[in-house]
T-cell receptor, first 108, second 117 residues
Framework: GQQVMQIPQYQHVQEGEDFTTYCNSSTTLSNIQWYKQRPGGHPVFLIQLVKSGEVKKQKRLTFQFGEAKKNSSLHITATQTTDVGTYFCMDSNYQLIWGAGTKLIIKP | DVKVTQSSRYLVKRTGEKVFLECVQDMDHENMFWYRQDPGLGLRLIYFSYDVKMKEKGDIPEGYSVSREKKERFSLILESASTNQTSMYLC????????????????FGPGTRLTVT
């Protein structure tokens, strides 16, 4: 069945460094939603991308949707401790396919 | 404030027991969802419902059933619990619309960590 591949599984960064997670699909994605799950918490909606080539920003977070609607990325500039958690993408087609998540870890 | 509640945060059951997980939302949402979350696998959709008494299978419905008798309540049933159903179970709700431009953000409950021994 359809899969959404999300990489990397983990990313260790120093506070202040940037972070990026990527979602890729072999088939055209419907819309992409991004969620953040803090340690011990539940997923919380961040944003939805609908259009091919769309770019949206939320403060230090930049979300992109590929031109062919087969990939998407989330980039965080100058990470802070409050950014720690796991970031998930989800293709909101009929079956609601989720990526496996990328865990952002801030090195002490 | 939007709220999705789940009946238990932690649950321990024995193999073969019938298990009920309850979810209630107070947002008048049409859609409700049950997921399981396992490390390294993300969230996998078990069942969803877009209306009272309506249900659709998700990616992994085997071993589970659901019930939606009222709009605000969506129950997940494990008819005969097995150890491979040990997992975190997340309930979510959203406004109606699943595909294309009509998809809406999902609101999640706190989760139920189920252990089957």
């Amino acid at each position: 069945g359809q899969q959404v591949m999300q990489i990397p599984q983990y990313q260790h960064v120093q506070e202040g460094e940037d972070f990026t997670t990527y979602c890729n699909s072999s088939t055209t994605l419907s819309n992409i939603q991004w969620y953040k799950q803090r340690p011990g918490g539940h997923p919380v909606f961040l944003i939805q991308l609908v259009k091919s080539g769309e770019v949206k920003k939320q403060k230090r977070l930049t979300f992109q949707f590929g031109e062919a609607k087969k990939n998407s990325s989330l980039h965080i500039t100058a990470t802070q401790t409050t950014d720690v958690g796991t970031y998930f993408c989800m293709d909101s087609n009929y079956q609601l396919i989720w990526g496996a998540g990328t865990k952002l870890i801030i090195k002490p | 404030d939007v709220k999705v509640t789940q009946s238990s945060r932690y649950l321990v059951k024995r193999t073969g027991e019938k298990v009920f997980l309850e979810c209630v939302q107070d947002m008048d949402h049409e859609n409700m969802f049950w997921y399981r979350q396992d490390p390294g696998l993300g969230l996998r959709l078990i069942y969803f419902s877009y209306d009272v008494k309506m249900k659709e299978k998700g990616d992994i419905p085997e071993g589970y059933s659901v019930s939606r008798e009222k709009k605000e309540r969506f129950s997940l049933i494990l008819e005969s619990a097995s150890t491979n159903q040990t997992s975190m179970y997340l309930c979510a709700s959203s406004l109606w619309g699943l595909a294309g431009a009509q998809s809406y953000e999902q609101y999640f409950g706190p989760g139920t960590r189920l252990t089957v021994t």
